[in-house]
């Protein structure tokens, strides 16, 4: 990622380049400001896992994505600002059960000591956590702990319950390309299944699912049913999102 590009996407999410520049300050700031959604797989837009793609997707569009395409973006950054990332698969839980490797795409980054860091789960932590620390780690999003697991993985829990199971292994993100794909096709793929745009705000979150528009403030929990005209705006107005037309969960 050159100069101009690194300058361009700092300005998309709302950082000074003279600024703030830890990943700490990136990531909540990524998090406020580039929305978690899958509506590309609704629109029938094809998901592209290279730089180029991505750029224009999240950055020239001013769009979202899912873990592949946020993860992907935002490991270009951290590397273009000089520092060593890592791209890192997990399995992500359903209740007790995990899904396959290549479920989910997380980072780490290597400062003073290895870092997970992640903006592409949607309701997740603000700030990057400490992967070598097995106590509990809490921020504003609430109560996370990194705990061994089988085989030398890693189970990553939020407010006690399993999100994901991490692979310390390094992969690149063209690894990551037959899981994505299998993700924004497949019926059995719950991206497949309804059209998600969420977006972390400074009193909680606010997310359109469907026609459903559901905003947490401070712990209190309110929602809404859409009437179609009422969607556009909607997506424009909650996450800056510009769409010609809806998309369509088929």
Not at 89 to 110: E, K, Q, T
Not at 114 to 136: K, S, Y
Request: charge should be negative; proline fraction near 4%.
């Amino acid at each position: 990622m050159n100069e101009s590009e690194i300058s361009a996407y700092l300005a998309r999410i709302g950082v000074d380049r003279s600024g703030d520049l830890s990943p700490r300050a990136l990531q909540y700031a990524h998090l406020t400001t580039v929305p978690f959604e899958n509506l590309s797989i609704h629109l029938g837009e094809p998901i592209v896992l290279t730089s180029e793609a991505l750029f224009g997707k999240v950055v020239g569009q001013r769009r979202g994505g899912f873990c592949y395409e946020l993860n992907g973006l935002f490991a270009e950054l951290l590397t273009g600002l000089g520092h060593r990332v890592t791209l890192l698969a997990a399995r992500v839980y359903g209740g007790d059960r995990l899904g396959p490797l290549f479920d989910h795409l997380a980072l780490r980054v290597d400062l003073d000591e290895p870092w997970l860091v992640d903006v592409g789960f949607g309701d997740f932590a603000d700030a990057p956590l400490r992967l070598d620390e097995r106590g509990e780690q809490s921020d504003g999003a609430g109560v996370f702990q990194i705990r061994a697991a089988d085989h030398g993985d890693l189970d990553v829990l939020h407010n006690g319950r399993p999100a994901y199971r991490l692979t310390e292994r390094a992969y690149e993100l063209a690894d990551f390309v037959p899981t994505a794909w299998w993700q924004s096709t497949s019926p059995d793929s719950h991206f497949t299944r309804s059209a998600v745009c969420s977006l972390r705000t400074l009193e909680g979150r606010v997310t359109l699912s469907g026609d459903k528009l559901i905003t947490t403030s401070y712990g209190e929990r309110a929602e809404k049913v859409l009437a179609e005209a009422e969607l556009l705006p909607a997506y424009r107005e909650h996450f800056g999102v510009e769409l010609s037309r809806l998309p369509v969960v088929r």
